[in-house]
């Protein structure tokens, strides 16, 4: 069984365009996170839930709005898409914010913006 | 914010041990994780550090030193399938934020 899965793996797509990816844990866990690794493969964190809350929000433009609708769902949905959004966004989850609870990473979903 | 220091890249022979550094700000520190990540793979957990010392696990080890900002991640008995990226990161404040370094390509040879 996939604990954290994204649709789709991949999503090529032209500038200016909208698109979603979505994120699920079957692992019961109460926080959910979305990453973005770009070319140089440098891991940054973008957004964080528990318990459906955004808790964590880094300085990422407004064009990326990310949305719980339950515990178990985190989806990202990007608006005008740029060039510069081409990356690996990675989903992860974990059972809460106890400061030894582990983050899980989904497969990616490798983004290209043509 | 936090920062994390980690060589680029190292090269190790099959069979040997390596050692992989990491650095980072000890302000509002609360933790320390190492993840693997093969290439077009997503990060695996393996190990996490928030008091000083070692932490075993089979042929990978932790260690931390939270008075120097220091860690590292020890690989014994290197096998090919070892060739991967491992990245630090660093837990600060409440909200389980992780800060990774850029991580360290390490290949293995023969």
């Known amino acids: 069984d996939t604990a954290v899965s994204q649709t789709p793996k991949y999503l090529v797509t032209q500038m200016g365009n909208d698109k979603s990816i979505k994120c699920e844990q079957n692992?019961?866990?109460?926080?959910m996170y979305w990453y973005k690794q770009d070319s140089k493969k440098f891991l940054k964190i973008m957004f964080s839930?528990?318990?459906?809350?955004?808790?964590i929000n880094e300085t990422v433009p407004n064009r990326f709005s990310p949305k719980s609708p339950d515990k178990a769902h985190l989806n990202l949905h990007i608006n005008s898409l740029e060039l510069g959004d081409s990356a690996v966004y990675f989903c992860?989850?974990?059972?809460?914010?106890?400061?030894?609870?582990?983050?899980?990473f989904g497969p990616g979903t490798r983004l290209t913006v043509l | 914010g936090q920062n994390i220091d980690q060589p680029t890249e190292m090269t190790a022979t099959e069979g040997a041990i390596v050692q992989i550094n990491c650095t980072y700000q000890?302000?509002?520190?609360?933790?320390l994780f190492w993840y693997q990540q093969h290439a077009g793979e997503a990060p695996t957990f393996l190990s996490y550090?928030?008091?000083?010392g070692l932490e075993e696990k089979g042929r990978f080890s932790s260690f931390l030193s939270r008075s120097k900002g220091y860690s590292y991640l020890l690989l014994k008995e290197l096998q090919m399938k070892d060739s991967a990226s491992y990245l630090c990161?660093?837990?600060?404040?409440?909200?389980?934020?992780?800060?990774f370094g850029t991580g360290t390509r390490l290949q293995v040879t023969l």
């Open positions: 000890t302000s509002g520190f609360n933790g």
């Open positions: 692992l019961g866990h109460d926080t």
């Open positions: 990161a660093g837990r600060t404040g409440t909200a389980s934020k992780l800060t």
């Open positions: 550090n928030v008091l000083d």
């Open positions: 992860a989850s974990s059972p809460g914010l106890a400061a030894r609870d582990t983050q899980y």
């Open positions: 839930y528990n318990n459906k809350e955004l808790i």
